[in-house]
DNA sequence: GCCAACGTTGGC
DNA sequence: GCCAACGTTGGC
């Protein structure tokens, strides 16, 4: 998952009461629908900060609740108001996450880039702006192995995801 | 349904 | 600031 920090980084996910933050204000629709029908509860989560001098994965989260209506998208105060969104139809979903890991040193595009498994992740395609990515259970893998995490076996492998 | 114009994202 | 790569909008 993609963030600006300056809109809302790891620390302010650390920050977050219970840690927990609602993924909310997704408002594209190949993002949605990964938001909708294939984030799962437990699946862990790669935390990558975006628009800043060196972009980076910073941190390990884990989804809580998988996708329900955005509720953004129903208040009128909300940036993210989406006034044709309805109970029948919410159009925009979102799901809970929990920071779990801090990064100490955090993964580089240019680490990225100069590691075998992961110089194919979605992240460094040029041009792609889906906040929402997945990653494949290697990348997964991968990513724990050169971030350093110790207890990888706490986390689901299988279907990690960005 | 096509497509040009426009807006947005985000690395560099 | 530049620009590539989309996504969206709206006239036709």
Redesign the pocket.
Known sequence: M???PQCFSFADLKRAPGQITCWDGV????ARNLLRDEVRIGDGVLF????????AIVGLARVMRAGYPDPSARDPRSEHFDPRAGDENPIWWAVDIQYDTEIVRPL???ML?GHPVLEKMD?????????VQPVTAEQWEAVLQLSQVRDQSTYQTSRGRV
Do not use: A, D, F, M
């Open positions: 993609k963030s600006e408002r594209n629709y190949q990558y900060h975006s628009s800043i001098p060196v972009p580089t595009r240019e880039r992240v460094l395609r040029k041009g792609n702006r889906l906040s």
